[in-house]
């Protein structure tokens, strides 16, 4: 049964849950998914289910087909003598021989490289390439190599140079993940995400509110691949904001009915499904947007009619600097009755069973590691919600099991929490 790697975001944790949560919906395709530093590996009976999987997740940034993996003691023993050693192995100089074209190859370092500098890790890629150009050379086949951009700190080959030099149609991308530790993987590079699709939805779309705040539709998918079961076909955001998950949600297949309580919000959305709709007109009549307070859902749609609940309500106000114990209190007075009350009338409104994926923030604090977080853990469950841990298979916990997505300096990250009503 072949192996395939997923190369998880920059958010590996909430990455590696979204592939849980589609799995099921796929029949358990994917068998004994088992998880690398920024990988999950796994295998699969069905080549075309993989892919289908690939194309639904927002956090999953490549889909590679592992074709060799070598044992070996640690950093000291990776050189590009082994590396050039383990594509001969698997034979993949035969397949850049037999190319129509000129053979054309790239380099993609995956995996724990904390160990090393960027620096190094680029020498090594780059000797690599060098050792495989002079081995096809001797056998009288010429070709070029695509290397990641040495000014860059990342290892890997961007989606544009992968698409550019059309290394999937007519060469190969060869990717190597390393754990770190002793086990070392070659793999060949299937699909890459869909990242300009992703980028127009996010930049290109007619209106954004930087100022309410915008969820990049990556996560607006990650978000729904959480929620979704079997079951699920009309998702609900009461916090619709510029409509990211509605959209989203509809691209996945889905009713999608937002609220807010901003007219300027309601009518971005209009206009952002409109932009939608003219791009793909068979999401017509998916998206419907409402003025209305997530706090009186409960008058503005019938009980119990979606099945499931994605949203990100109100952050609190900006925020550039962690914030002292006082300001951390003054938001979270502000923030935690909002949700709760929100959080009740959104049980009323979706079907019993239903899955409910919410964000609240969590600040960064003055002279602190530790995040500032919201106390509603006891409000969610007398409210009669089970909160669900992804890594266990969804099941009901007692602990905090949340995934965080953030940046690099963000002072707000976002906490997602996995409810069932
Ligand atoms: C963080 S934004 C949502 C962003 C949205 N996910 C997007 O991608 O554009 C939160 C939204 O909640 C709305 N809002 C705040 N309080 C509300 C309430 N009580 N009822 C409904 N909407 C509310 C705000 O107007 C704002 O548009």
Request: proline letters at 5%.
């Amino acid at each position: 049964m072949p192996t395939y790697l997923f190369q998880l975001g920059h958010c590996p944790d909430l990455s590696h849950a979204e592939i849980l949560g589609v799995n099921p919906r796929f029949g358990g395709a994917l068998h004994s998914p088992q998880r690398l530093p920024n990988a999950v590996i796994c295998k699969t009976d069905s080549e075309e289910t993989i892919h289908h999987i690939f194309n639904e997740l927002g956090g999953a940034i490549r889909l590679c087909e592992v074709i060799h993996t070598l044992k070996i003691e640690g950093w000291n023993s990776v050189s590009s003598d082994i590396l050039v050693e383990s594509i001969l192995a698997a034979k993949l100089d035969s397949i850049l021989m037999s190319s129509e074209h000129r053979a054309i190859f790239g380099l993609t370092f995956l995996g724990d490289s904390s160990a090393q500098s960027p620096r190094k890790l680029h020498n090594l890629l780059h000797e690599t390439a060098v050792g495989l150009k002079n081995h096809l050379r001797e056998k009288e086949c010429s070709c070029r190599f695509v290397l990641p951009d040495p000014n860059e700190k990342r290892v890997e080959l961007s989606g544009a140079q992968v698409d550019k030099n059309n290394l999937l149609e007519k060469g190969l991308e060869i990717v190597f993940h390393f754990d770190g530790q002793q086990t070392l993987i070659l793999g060949l590079t299937k699909r890459i995400q869909a990242y300009e699709e992703f980028s127009q939805r996010d930049y290109g779309r007619p209106q954004r509110d930087a100022r309410s705040g915008m969820l990049p539709p990556k996560l607006a998918r990650m978000m729904i691949n959480l929620a979704r079961t079997d079951e699920t076909k009309t998702i609900l955001d009461p916090f619709c904001g510029s409509g990211g998950i509605l959209m989203e949600a509809s691209l996945a297949g889905l009713g999608a009915t937002g609220f807010d309580n901003s007219e300027k919000a309601v009518n971005d959305s209009l206009e952002n499904r409109k932009w939608l709709e003219n791009r793909f007109p068979d999401l017509h009549n998916k998206i419907r947007v409402f003025h209305g307070d997530a706090c009186s859902l409960h008058s503005l749609c019938e009980p119990l009619y979606f099945d499931a609940c994605v949203t990100e309500p109100y952050l609190g106000p900006p925020v550039t600097q962690p914030l002292n114990e006082t300001q951390f209190e003054k938001i979270s007075h502000q923030l935690e009755p909002l949700y709760i009350r929100a959080l009740g009338e959104i049980r009323a409104a979706i079907k019993p069973g239903g899955r409910v994926v919410f964000i609240t923030p969590r600040f960064r604090l003055q002279d602190s590691t530790q995040t500032g977080v919201l106390s509603i853990l006891r409000e969610i469950k007398l409210l009669g919600y089970t909160i669900l841990d992804p890594f266990a298979e969804f099941q009901s916990t007692d602990r905090r099991a949340t995934l965080i997505y953030e940046r690099p300096k963000q002072v707000v990250l976002r906490e997602i929490f996995v409810l069932k009503s």
